[in-house]
């Protein structure tokens, strides 16, 4: 039987209705998951981090770290250009992470020797942490095949990667070309697929909404037919919020267009909030 899969939540950013970070909601929300999974990943795309100021995401990288201790925390520390991602680097490990992500460059395409030049500056910035490549190609217009990962994962000693969107597809290709990397899918439908592919695990939007599932579901496989239910409702930033609302955790407020739930999705989402192991 495969290991058991590793649950990293990727958390989404909770504001006020005046936009701003609820502060008391991310540190509650920090505290549950912290409680039930392996630790989560700060600042990500669930988390909406291009609407975020530097300082936010600092704070917010600092009082997961609190809650859940630094070899527990991934903080995202991504940018469009190294500069800022170095920038943003130095701070997280100032701040005691020990763990930190970068998303590929975006917006601009980028060569394969300018993603790799990217990761070795990052590496260059925080030459003591753990630094894990963030591949998502739907979000970034930038394709990384399995090869190119190792290139830049022997150039910048990366320790891993999130690999998500159709990239997931080739989660095994990943852990070929790449041995001895955590890679982590961004696919957080079946974990435990992951694992049997050779992953190490999810980092999971999903799973900040519904901890309980996940840590349930690590222990007993049994429990992904309630996953598969869950999933059948998306996994949009919007939809998540709905369910940390239903939780009494948050507001649905947002920075970004992030797929709120029409009515009847709204209830279903609710439903599978109260049926939580």
């Known amino acids: 039987m495969s290991p058991a899969p590793v649950v990293l939540a990727a958390v989404p950013t909770l504001f006020g209705p005046d936009g701003e970070l609820d502060r008391d909601a991310n540190r509650a929300l920090y505290k549950l998951i912290a409680g039930l999974l392996d630790g989560m990943l700060v600042a990500g795309t669930t988390g909406e981090f291009p609407a975020l100021d530097d300082d936010e995401r600092l704070w ?20 469009p250009d190294a ?4 920038r943003l680097a130095r701070a997280a490990v100032a701040l005691g992470a ?11 395409p980028a060569r394969p020797d300018e993603l790799v030049t990217h990761y070795r500056s990052v590496r260059e910035a925080a030459p003591g942490a753990e630094l894990y490549a963030y591949i998502f190609p739907e979000r970034t217009g ?21 690999i998500s969107g159709s990239a997931s597809a080739d989660l095994a290709g990943y852990v070929a070309a790449a041995p001895g990397l955590r890679i982590f899918s961004g696919n ?25 599932l996940y840590a349930a579901l690590v222990k007993d496989p049994s429990y992904q037919e309630q996953l598969d ?26 920075r970004m267009t992030v797929d709120p739930p029409d009515p009847q999705l709204a209830a279903a989402i609710e439903a599978e909030v109260a049926a939580l192991p």
């Open 60 to 79: 917010l990288a600092e009082q997961a770290l609190a809650e859940a201790g630094p070899d527990r925390v991934i903080v995202h520390i991504g940018a």
């Open 142 to 162: 930038l394709t990384v095949s399995p090869s190119l990962l190792a290139d830049a994962a022997r150039a910048a000693d990366l320790a891993g990667a999130k």
């Open 229 to 254: 239910r869950v999933v059948t409702l998306g996994a949009s930033i919007g939809r998540l919020k709905h369910a940390l609302r239903a939780r009494g955790l948050a507001g649905t407020a947002a």
């Open 188 to 212: 957080d439908a079946d974990p435990w697929a992951t694992t049997r592919a050779g992953g190490e695990g999810v980092i999971s939007g999903r799973s900040s909404a519904y901890p309980e």
């Open 83 to 86: 500069r800022h991602a170095a």
């Open 98 to 108: 020990r763990r930190i992500a970068a998303i590929t460059p975006y917006y601009l």
